[in-house]
C-alpha cells in the first residue's frame, strides 16, 4: 500500500515538471520583444524578420532566429512619408500611442459624481428640515438614551407631588427586585401615564424616575413619530421597542403623548390621518406583545388625556394614571426650598409667605418666580435675594412688566385711581380673607393701566353661590366706582366684564346655581387641565338659552348694585384712597388695611 502511494507521488511530480517546462518554453516562444520603429526597419534591412503582421498602430514581425529569448517583436507604426524622412538622418524614430482611457473615464465620472453630490446635499437639507434625519436612518427611533448619570435628576429635586412620586418611586423598586414585588403574584405594571396641567412636573419626575432606576432611559416626544411619510412612524415604534428590548430592564418615556395617540376618527366627517393612526396602531400592538417579565415599562405624559384613544388607556396598556396637580400649600413650600438651593437669601424672606400668595401656580411657574426674584436683585445690586424682590417678581407675572414710560393725562390718571380703588374697597368689604396686597396705577403689562392684587392665602377647592357672587361683585367694583364719582364708565372694565361674564354663565350652565333653570347642567365636558379652553354648550332649545342669557345678565345686575352701594356707603373711604394712590400711585398692603378697618358693611 505504501509502494503505490510512492508511485503516485512520483508521477504526480513529473508531470509537474513537464508542465512547467513547457510553459516556460511556451511563453519564451510567445514573448515579445518591443522596439523603435527605426529598429524593426532595421530588422528588416537585416532580413532578420521572417513574417510581418499589420494592424492599424502596430506592426508585429517574427524572426527568423531569436534575440534575447524572444522570437516575436513589435513596433508603432508610423506613417511611412515621415519614416523615410526619419531615415535619412539615421535617428532612432518611433511613435507613441498616447493613453486616453483616464481621460475618458473622467470625463463620464466627474459629471455624474458632481450631479450626485448636489442632489444628496439638497435631498439631505430638505430631509433636515422636515425633520427626518439621514435617509438610511428615517425608520429609526430617535429615542435618546439615558442612564443614572446623564440626567441628573433624582426624586430629591422632585418636591410638590408627593403622591405621585410615591407611585414612581414603587415603579422604580420594582424594577430594582422584581421578586420582592412578585412574591405574591404581582406583576409589573406594563403603563404608566402621568396626567396634569402644563408645568406641574411631569418630566421632571421622568427625569427623576431616569436618575434612580439605573436602568436604560429611552426618551422620546410624540410629536417625533409622526412624519410625512406614511410608515415612517410606525417603523420608529418598532425600532424603538427593539431597541428597549435589547436593553431590557428598561423604560421608554413619550411626552406629549396626545400628538401620537389622539383618538381615531374622533371628529366625524374628517378624513382620518393615515400615519397617525398607523403609528397609533403600532404602538397599541406592540404594548401588547412585550412581557410584562422582561422588565420592559412604557411611562408617558400629557396634559390633554381627554383627546387620547380609548384603546390607549384600557387596562393591560396604561395600568396605571397619576395625576400630577397644581402643588397646595405645603407642595409650593417644597417646591419654593428646593429651587431657592442656588440662590442667596436675605434673612426677611418668608417662603411661607410666598407660598401663601402662589395659589394657582405650578412648578414652573415658581421656578420662574425664583428665577425672576434672583434677576431683579441682581439689578439693583444687592448682596441677595429679599422678600421684596419676590413681591416685586411675582407682581411681574401676574400683572405684568411696569410702563413707566406710558404717561397717562390726568384725567385718564383720575379714572385709573377711582377704578382700582373701588376694586380694593369692594374686595376688601366682601372678601376678607383674601387679602388685598397692592393697589396701583402704574400701566403693566400690554392693555393694563393699573391693578389690584388681591390673592387668596389657601387653597379652596369648593366655592359656594354667595362666594362667586362676591367674586364677580369685586370685579364689578371698579366700574361702579366709575359709575358713582362720573356719571359714565369708560372701556378699562372689557376684562372685568369678561372674567364676570364667565363666572355668572358657569353658575347658570355648569353649577346649576340658578332658581329658575333649576339643578340642571348646559354645559358639555370641559377640558380639565387647560382652564382656558372654552365651555361647551351641548345642544338646547332657543327659549332655554333666552332664559340663561336672562340669568347671567340678572347675576351680573344684581352684584354691580351690590358693589354700586357699597362703594356709595364709604364714599369717603373711597375718595381718601384715590389721594393717596394720586400721590403715591402704589399703596402697599399696610396702608390699604388701615382703610379696611374703617369700612361699613351694613
Same mark, same amino acid.
Given at each position: 500500500?505504501e509502494?503505490?502511494?510512492e508511485?503516485?507521488?512520483?508521477? #504526480? ?13 511556451w511563453?519564451?516562444y ?20 521572417e513574417?510581418? #503582421? ?10 527568423r ?5 524572444k522570437w516575436?517583436?513589435?513596433a508603432?507604426?508610423? =506613417? ?11 535617428v ?32 439631505r437639507?430638505f430631509?433636515?428640515?422636515q425633520?427626518m ?9 430617535r ?6 448619570k446623564d440626567?441628573?435628576?433624582t ?17 422604580? =423598586?420594582?424594577l ?10 404581582a406583576r409589573?405594571?406594563k ?10 412636573g411631569?418630566t ?9 432606576a ?26 424603538l421597542?427593539e431597541?428597549?428590548?435589547a ?18 376618527g ?19 400592538v406592540? @404594548? ?5 417579565t ?18 390607549l ?11 400630577v $396637580?397644581?402643588? $397646595?400649600k ?34 414652573? $411657574? ?13 439689578r ?32 385718564e ?5 377711582y377704578?382700582? @380703588? ?10 376678607p380673607?383674601?387679602p388685598?396686597?397692592?393697589v396701583?396705577?402704574?400701566?403693566r ?20 353661590r354667595? =362666594? ?25 372694565a372689557?376684562d372685568d ?5 364667565n ?10 346655581? !340658578?332658581?329658575?333653570l ?21 345642544e ?7 332664559r340663561? !342669557?336672562?340669568?347671567?345678565?340678572r ?5 354691580? !348694585?351690590?358693589a ?7 364714599? !369717603? ?9 394720586? =400721590?403715591?400711585?402704589?399703596?402697599e ?11 361699613r358693611?351694613?
Amino acid at each position: 500500500m505504501e509502494k503505490k502511494t510512492e508511485w503516485n507521488v512520483a508521477y #504526480w511530480l513529473l508531470a509537474l515538471s513537464l508542465l512547467l517546462l513547457f510553459q516556460h518554453y511556451w511563453l519564451q516562444y510567445n514573448a515579445v520583444l518591443e522596439v523603435p520603429y527605426s529598429r524593426f526597419v532595421e530588422y528588416l534591412e537585416r532580413q532578420r524578420i521572417e513574417q510581418v #503582421w499589420i494592424t492599424d498602430r502596430q506592426i508585429r514581425g517574427k524572426l527568423r532566429s531569436p534575440e534575447n529569448g524572444k522570437w516575436l517583436v513589435v513596433a508603432t507604426r508610423v =506613417e511611412p512619408e515621415l519614416a523615410e524622412l526619419l531615415s535619412r538622418y539615421k535617428v532612432p524614430y518611433g511613435r507613441i500611442v498616447e493613453n486616453t482611457w483616464f481621460r475618458d473615464l473622467l470625463s463620464w465620472v466627474v459629471p455624474a459624481l458632481v450631479f450626485f453630490g448636489v442632489w444628496f446635499f439638497l435631498f439631505r437639507r430638505f430631509a433636515e428640515k422636515q425633520g427626518m434625519g439621514g435617509f438610511m436612518s428615517i425608520g429609526r427611533s430617535r429615542a435618546k438614551v439615558y442612564v443614572e448619570k446623564d440626567t441628573g435628576v433624582t426624586f430629591a429635586d422632585v418636591a410638590g407631588v408627593d403622591e405621585a412620586k410615591a407611585e414612581l418611586v414603587e415603579v422604580v =423598586e420594582f424594577l430594582k427586585d422584581p421578586q420582592r414585588y412578585g412574591r405574591l403574584g404581582a406583576r409589573m405594571p406594563k403603563g404608566i401615564l402621568l396626567v396634569g396641567p402644563p408645568g406641574t412636573g411631569k418630566t421632571l419626575l421622568a427625569k427623576a424616575v431616569a436618575g434612580e432606576a439605573k436602568v436604560p432611559f429611552f426618551s422620546i416626544s410624540g410629536s417625533e413619530f409622526v412624519e410625512m411619510f406614511v410608515g415612517v412612524g410606525a417603523a420608529r415604534v418598532r425600532d424603538l421597542f427593539e431597541q428597549a428590548r435589547a436593553h431590557a430592564p428598561a423604560i421608554i418615556f413619550i411626552d406629549e403623548l396626545d400628538a401620537l395617540g389622539r383618538a381615531r376618527g374622533s371628529v366625524p366627517g374628517v378624513g382620518g390621518h393615515d400615519e397617525r393612526e398607523q403609528t397609533l396602531n403600532q404602538l397599541l400592538v406592540e @404594548m401588547d406583545g412585550f412581557d410584562t417579565t422582561s422588565g420592559l415599562i412604557i411611562l408617558a405624559a400629557t396634559n390633554r388625556p381627554e383627546i387620547l384613544d380609548p384603546a390607549l388607556l384600557r387596562a393591560g396598556r396604561f395600568d396605571r394614571q397619576i395625576l400630577v $396637580d397644581r402643588p $397646595d400649600k405645603a407642595g409650593r413650600l417644597q417646591i419654593l426650598q428646593v429651587h431657592v438651593r442656588r440662590i442667596r437669601l436675605a434673612p426677611d424672606v418668608d417662603l411661607e409667605q410666598v407660598a401663601a400668595m402662589t395659589t394657582g401656580f405650578s412648578g414652573a $411657574d415658581l421656578a420662574n418666580l425664583v428665577n425672576e426674584a434672583a434677576i431683579l436683585a441682581t439689578r439693583r445690586g444687592a448682596e441677595a435675594v429679599s422678600q421684596a424682590d419676590f413681591t416685586a417678581a411675582m407682581e411681574r407675572i401676574v400683572a405684568g412688566l411696569e410702563k413707566r414710560n406710558r404717561v397717562l393725562n390726568e384725567a385718564e390718571r383720575r379714572t385709573v385711581a377711582y377704578h382700582e @380703588m373701588g376694586h380694593a374697597l369692594v374686595g376688601m368689604a366682601l372678601r376678607p380673607e383674601e387679602p388685598v396686597h397692592k393697589v396701583s396705577i402704574v400701566p403693566r403689562g400690554i392693555g393694563a393701566l393699573g391693578y389690584t392684587l388681591q390673592r387668596p392665602t389657601e387653597d379652596r377647592y369648593l366655592m359656594t353661590r354667595p =362666594e362667586l357672587e362676591d367674586k364677580i361683585a369685586v370685579l364689578l367694583g371698579g366700574r361702579a366706582a366709575e359709575q358713582l364719582v362720573f356719571g359714565v364708565i369708560s372701556t378699562g372694565a372689557a376684562d372685568d366684564l369678561q372674567k364676570a361674564t364667565n363666572i355668572a354663565r358657569e353658575m347658570v350652565t355648569r353649577y346649576g346655581m !340658578d332658581e329658575e333653570l333649576g339643578h340642571v347642567s348646559y354645559a358639555g365636558n370641559q377640558n380639565r387641565f387647560l382652564g382656558d379652553a372654552p365651555i361647551a354648550v351641548r345642544e338646547i332649545s332657543e327659549a332655554t338659552a333666552e332664559r340663561i !342669557d336672562r340669568a347671567v345678565q340678572r347675576i351680573i345686575q344684581q352684584q354691580f !348694585d351690590r358693589a354700586y352701594g357699597l362703594l356709595s356707603q364709604n364714599r !369717603d373711604l373711597l375718595e381718601e384712597g384715590v389721594a393717596r394712590l394720586l =400721590e403715591r400711585e402704589t399703596l402697599e398692603e399696610a396702608q390699604l388695611r388701615e382703610l379696611g378697618r374703617r369700612l361699613r358693611r351694613d
